[in-house]
Structure formats: structure tokens, C-alpha cells
């Protein structure tokens, strides 16, 4: 069993930075692939960007290419997503998960933390 817990979340400027942090519990997460997600009002749960589980392979949707980077600590069990130059529409409630093998498809995840809460102002 892997427990996730994000934070970092918050209100920002257009322009701005945050970095999210998922802390992970359990043993075997350092063997897992992990994934953030987001979801904004009225809106469907989609991809950000994974990472597998050695941090070699990473992956991201085109609209934060150049602006976002995933990143793992496996000796902390923590994935982190530094969000640079953000935009209104990066505004969501952002998810960490986690699973054996990377995907971009939110059902593939096992695990799932709360999410936190991103806010960009215009």
C-alpha cells in the first residue's frame, strides 16, 4: 500500500513559480512510476507530466513543456513538479499518483493523494 500526500499548492501571479511536493509512505515506492495530474472546474482530470520510477524517463503534455519539470528524491519517497512561468489556465486542483508503469491515463494509477490546490491570477 503507497499513501500520497501533495503539497506546495497555492495562489500565485501570472508569471510566477510554485513546486508541488508528493510525499509518499510505503515501501515499494521507489519501484513505482509516478504520475501529476490536474483538474479544474467542470473540467476532466488530465496529465501533466510522469516520471518513472529510476527518474531517467519523464513525460509531459505540450502545454507545460519548457515551463514544468517533474523530478524524484527516492531517498525522501518524493516526487516534486516545479511549476515556472505559470499561466491562468494552469489553475486547477493538482494530483499526485502513482503506479508500476508510467501512463497518461488517469485510470491506469493505483494510488492517489487529495490534491492540492493552484490558483494563478491574470
Known amino acids: 500500500q503507497v499513501h500520497l500526500v501533495e503539497s506546495g499548492g497555492g495562489l500565485v501571479q501570472a508569471g510566477g513559480s510554485l513546486r508541488l511536493s508528493c510525499a509518499a509512505s510505503g515501501r515499494t515506492f521507489s519501484s513505482l512510476s509516478v504520475g501529476w495530474f490536474r483538474q479544474a472546474p467542470g473540467k476532466e482530470r488530465e496529465f501533466v507530466a510522469t516520471?518513472?520510477?529510476?527518474?531517467?524517463?519523464?513525460d509531459y503534455t505540450d502545454s507545460v513543456k519548457g515551463r514544468f519539470t517533474i523530478s524524484r528524491d527516492n531517498a525522501k519517497n518524493t516526487v516534486y513538479l516545479q511549476m515556472n512561468s505559470l499561466k491562468p489556465e494552469d489553475t486547477a486542483v493538482y494530483y499526485c499518483?502513482?503506479?508500476?508503469?508510467?501512463?497518461?491515463?488517469?485510470?491506469?494509477?493505483?494510488?492517489w493523494g487529495q490534491g492540492t490546490q493552484v490558483t494563478v491570477s491574470s
Open positions: 516520471i518513472d520510477w529510476s527518474g531517467g524517463s519523464t
Open positions: 499518483a502513482a503506479v508500476r508503469f508510467a501512463s497518461r491515463i488517469p485510470r491506469a494509477y493505483d494510488y
